[in-house]
């Protein structure tokens, strides 16, 4: 009895091992790719030190390698269009000591040390999403050091509510101008509100940055970070980001918009701001108008 007994323990031992050693493996993965780091809020790596040394030592070289890493995975993140962190850093004193200090700031969420062969892993996390995450640190400071996009001018819709519009002679459709074609609804006339938004950008070389925008066709700016309330800026950024139009709309949902509009990119500018057409953002103009769902950031961009 008692040697089953302690075979019954022994198997439950090692049981118990094996669905640590699982857990701990599945909190190692590493997330450099910029769609993932958009995706998940933040960057992880796992840092390696150099066999043959007691555990602190170990330890604290794995630590290196991984603040290492961090760091050049960071300032290969797009600002916006082609300007990375690394490009904002040696235009501003101001941001590289911020970049550098938010480095510090890097989370430890695993280490383990292998006595036989003395090195150790070290898996750390920076956050670019949340208080004291990278849109907390650096979005502030891009306007005051003169490295956001270029300037481009609102998008302001030709509104004519349908129900107080003046008759007017039909005009023959070769001779109205195709801008002033589309007249839209007013926001009172609608029957069903959108309440978030899908940019399909699955045909072309659109990339996640800080400082994602949408525009027209015309260059005229629809959605922008100056659009966000600051809290949910900082929480959301420019949206969120998959590649998967399923995943965009759960995404929504669990931030409240049970009804998203998607709308087609017509083009790409600068890599990061997604054009659209000047139909198409005729209707988010006016269903924003009723639901407020730019203010929210209730934006998310489905990439290849």
Excluded at 6 to 33: F, P
Excluded at 55 to 65: D, P, Q, S, T, W
Excluded at 96 to 122: I, M, Q, S
Excluded at 254 to 275: E, Q
Aim: hydrophobic share 40%; glycine share 8%.
């Amino acid at each position: 009895m008692r040697e089953k007994r302690k075979c019954g323990i022994g198997l439950l031992a090692i049981s118990i091992l094996l669905i640590s050693t699982l857990v701990w493996a599945q909190g190692w993965q590493t997330i450099k790719d910029p769609v993932k780091i958009f995706q998940e809020g933040y960057i992880q790596v796992v840092g390696i030190s150099e066999e043959g040394q007691s555990r602190y030592r170990a330890i604290r070289a794995a630590e290196v390698v991984a603040q290492r890493e961090l760091l050049e995975i960071l300032q290969g993140l797009h600002l916006y269009g082609e300007t990375t962190v690394r490009d904002g850093m040696l235009a501003s004193d101001v941001i590289r000591t911020r970049v550098e200090g938010f480095l510090r700031g890097a989370v430890k969420c695993g280490e383990k040390y292998y006595p036989d062969r003395g090195y150790a892993e070290v898996c750390m996390r920076l956050y670019i999403r949340g208080r004291g995450g990278m849109y907390d640190i650096i979005l502030p400071l891009l306007k005051e050091e003169g490295l956001t996009p270029p300037s481009l001018p609102e998008y302001k819709p030709r509104l004519i509510p349908k129900e107080i519009s003046p008759k007017v002679p039909e005009v023959p459709e070769s001779k109205i101008e195709k801008e002033e074609k589309p007249e839209v609804a007013a926001p009172s006339e609608l029957k069903e509100v959108h309440d978030g938004l899908i940019v399909d950008v699955r045909e072309y070389a659109f990339k996640p940055a800080l400082v994602n925008r949408i525009i027209t066709d015309k260059n005229e700016v629809v959605f922008d970070p100056s659009k966000i309330v600051s809290n949910i800026l900082v929480e959301r950024g420019c949206g969120g980001f998959t590649t998967d139009l399923s995943k965009a709309k759960a995404l929504l949902t669990s931030w409240g918009a049970k009804n998203p509009m998607i709308v087609k990119a017509v083009g790409v500018y600068k890599s990061t701001d997604a054009k659209i057409s000047s139909d198409a953002a005729a209707a988010i103009y006016v269903h924003d108008q009723r639901a407020n769902f730019l203010a929210e950031a209730k934006v998310v961009f489905v990439l290849k």
